[in-house]
């Protein structure tokens, strides 16, 4: 028999994915924060709602052979070779979805339709037309299932870095808190299974671990993440706020393409930006200072007009901070931002030589 889902293994903090002779290890979390954040997601489920509407055979009478023939096709759709973990957590999830519905007896699926139709009316993201008359009707909740179950590991996962990253909003703590509360009932959890093998050479059982929920996978990785020696970090960079596992708390950029540009990793990006922006940012205040001098030395020489200049110094003071960040986000220039600098002195003063 075939299996369906993410196989791996876990060993001292690391899960490792098998594919053919190729091994990869992720940290405790990385697989987690890879899978729920970026394009993949979208995606796979962007390619499933295609696939479904388009369904060569979503007319037909649903009929067992129907259902065979209709989860061979989801699983080719899926064929799709972006971030192979997620793919296969993809088509084990709607998989299994589909196992499920298909197992129901009649009358325990008449009620389930009635719940799941309630369900549709009242979110956007599950589609309306549902049923267990056609392929196209059945595969539609089918879907539905897949998202609710997405969706509940995504707002775990989002809620769990949030405070194991010590970064929680009191929203997002509170939300946190209900759903561990969900998560209490076991029947919450679906789809994840314990296979033994024997390995000879080690004379040792191992053990794998098939899921097909992302739920599942969020409540896996997160049970590991106590004894993990990675740590999940949220992004400083403030359009990226990602999260991802380092090594350190310290560490503050992620390894995924930044929001500012695509191209290039926030790690790699990021501190250039911020580096850039502190020179630059030194660069200004260096002028801001000259400003201030130029007017301290005015009241100096001139005592007869130091209200006068009490009031310019006390607008410098108020505006320059504001139009310093106009500089450093690029809506002013800097010879404009020393124009305006030049402008505040007294109408009738002195020329003024720096
Ligand atoms: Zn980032």
Request: hydrophobic share 35%.
């Amino acid at each position: 028999m075939r299996v369906n889902g993410l196989i791996i293994s876990y060993e001292n903090g690391m899960n490792i994915f098998t594919r053919g002779s190729m091994m990869t290890k992720y940290p405790v979390g990385d697989l987690l924060c890879r899978i729920f954040q970026g394009e993949t997601l979208d995606n796979i489920t962007r390619i499933l709602r295609n696939c479904i509407n388009y369904c060569p055979m979503k007319d037909n009478i649903l009929t067992q052979d129907e259902i065979e023939a209709a989860e061979h096709y989801i699983l080719e759709a899926l064929l799709y070779d972006d971030f192979i973990p997620a793919q296969r957590l993809a088509q084990g999830s709607f998989v299994r979805c589909m196992e499920r519905c298909r197992a129901l007896d009649s009358k325990t699926a008449t009620r389930f339709l009635y719940e799941e139709r309630v369900r549709a009316a009242m979110n956007d993201m599950l589609e309306i037309e549902i049923g267990f008359d056609t392929v196209g009707n059945f595969l539609r909740l089918c879907y539905n299932n897949y998202i609710i179950d997405l969706c509940n590991a995504h707002a775990l996962f989002i809620g769990m870095a949030a405070v194991k990253s010590g970064t929680a909003s009191p929203e997002e703590r509170a939300a946190f808190d209900e759903r561990c509360k969900l998560l209490h009932n076991s029947d919450v959890v679906p789809g994840i299974e314990m296979h033994t093998i024997y390995d000879s050479d080690r004379e040792e059982f191992t053990y794998q671990y098939v899921i097909s929920s992302f739920l599942a996978m969020a409540v896996f990785e997160f049970s590991h993440l106590t004894e993990a020696a990675t740590k999940v970090v949220r992004c400083h960079n403030p359009e990226c706020h990602k999260f991802f596992t380092a090594k350190r708390n310290s560490a503050k950029y992620c390894p995924f393409p930044s929001p500012q540009n695509p191209g290039r990793t926030c790690n790699d990006y990021y501190p250039q930006v911020v580096y850039r922006s502190k020179v630059k940012g030194d660069e200004l205040k260096k002028m801001e200072k000259n400003a201030y001098c130029r007017l301290y030395n005015d009241k100096r020489r001139n005592p007869e007009a130091a209200g006068e200049v009490d009031e310019l110094l006390r607008m410098l003071q108020i505006e320059s901070p504001g139009k310093r960040d106009s500089v450093l986000s690029g809506e002013l220039s800097k010879t404009e931002y020393q124009a305006w600098l030049n402008s505040i002195r007294r109408e009738k003063g002195r020329s003024y030589n720096e």
